[in-house]
Every structure is written in C-alpha cells, then in structure tokens.
C-alpha cells in the first residue's frame, strides 16, 4: 500500500497558470512554455488536476493528460521538490484512474527519462509496463524515453480481482 498525501484535488484553470509554472520550472530542464499549458488547459479533450496544499490553498502539483482514441495519454505530471516523496503523484494518479474509470476502451501511455528511476518505480506501482522507446526523445541531452502502457481499467488493472 503506497501511503497518500493530504491534498485537494481540482481540475485547473487559466488562472492557474502562474503556479503550474513556477512548479514546471522548478521540476524540468526543459519546462513546457506557458501557451503549451494553456492550449492543454482549454481543449476539451484533455484533463487538466491540480493538487493543492489544504492549509494554503497553494498548488503543490499538477498532472496534464489528453485523450486520443485508444489512450490516456500522461503529457505532464510534476510535484514541487518539497511536497516529494509524501504520495502527491499517487494521488493524482488515483484520481485520475477514478475519473477514467467508465471509458474501459482506453488505455494509459506516457514518456519517462530511462533514467529517472523513481518515477518509473511509481508508474509500475499503478500497472505500467514498459512498451518501447523513444531514442533521444528529450531535447536537452537527447536522452531517451521509455514508452510505458498501462492496460484499460477493468482488463487486467492493478488491484483488480
């Protein structure tokens, strides 16, 4: 059992915007641009979460993901460097898998530095496999990105019986 962390969970807004990027920027070497989240933010077929500190009503982390035909696809998940390793990302992820629930036809992707090894630990915690790899997919030092799947909820999910 992965312990959670207390947060508040809601879908993001525009006015959001200055928050994901102070996060985006503390997190990545090469942060997505302001206009790449605020096209993510308003089309309809992506699912924007933010999780926000409930004593400070801050937001601690988010997690961008669009939906294509067959494909949850995680773009963006990020947790300011002092709200880490407490369960953020787990519960992001947790509600994520809650509200997808009813769309048993599609599966969930993402992209994950090969060496980032804690993230890619969490990922197989939810079911994730590792599915192929993108040779140098990141544009700051060419490294690669392993292509993780994780099966339709209801075919084979974790915890399922």
Do not use: C, Q
């Not at 926000?52 to 601690?60: E, K, M, S």
């Not at 939906?67 to 947790?79: P, Q, S």
């Amino acid at each position: 059992m992965i312990a959670r962390a207390t947060i508040e969970i809601r879908k993001l807004a525009l006015h959001d915007l200055d928050a994901i990027e102070r996060i985006e920027n503390a997190v990545y070497p090469t942060p997505w641009s302001r206009s790449m989240f605020a096209g993510e933010l308003a089309k309809p077929s992506s699912l924007s979460l933010g999780g926000f500190d409930p004593d400070t009503g801050r937001l601690v982390a988010y997690l961008i993901v669009s939906r294509y035909v067959d494909a949850w696809h995680i773009m963006n998940l990020a947790v300011h460097p002092g709200w880490r390793r407490i369960g953020v990302a787990s519960r992001l992820l947790d509600e994520l898998f809650e509200l997808t629930a009813g769309d048993p036809r599609r599966g969930y992707t993402l992209e994950v530095r090969v060496s980032n090894t804690t993230a890619i630990a969490l990922y197989e915690t939810f079911g994730f496999e590792t599915s192929g790899l993108r040779r140098g997919y990141y544009t700051d030092n060419r490294e690669d990105a392993l292509i993780m799947w994780r099966d339709p909820l209801g075919h084979g999910a974790v915890g399922e019986a």
